[in-house]
């Protein structure tokens, strides 16, 4: 199973995602981080660059509707919704069911 663990927008906390990734690591899953304030579009290209099963977004600056959306949006755009997208970071409670 290959992931890409991804921090979009400007937040620049990333201690959470590279917990993520290392956990998914040790269950035996390949991890490509790619880094602090990438774009939906940066992150898409890089899943269907790298053939990703899935992408898992760390979200803290509260853009998660947004974000989220826009990376769903465009995996659909490119034909490949088949990636499955999960995600954390501080997301109130009332938004999860919509996620």
Do not use: C, W
């Not at 906390?13 to 956990?23: Q, S």
């Not at 899953?29 to 760390?58: C, F, K, N, R």
Request: a negative charge.
């Amino acid at each position: 199973i290959r992931v890409v663990v991804a921090k979009p927008g400007l937040d620049g906390h990333d201690r959470g995602a590279k917990v993520i990734a290392r956990a998914l690591r040790d269950a035996g899953m390949e991890v490509i981080y790619t880094g602090l304030h990438q774009t939906p579009e940066q992150i898409v290209d890089t899943a269907i660059q790298e053939d990703a099963d899935a992408i898992g977004l760390s979200i803290l600056s509260g853009a998660h509707n947004t974000l989220f959306a826009k990376v769903i949006e465009l995996l659909k755009e490119r034909e490949a919704e088949d990636i499955k997208v999960f995600g954390g970071g501080i997301i109130p409670e009332d938004d999860i069911a919509p996620l």
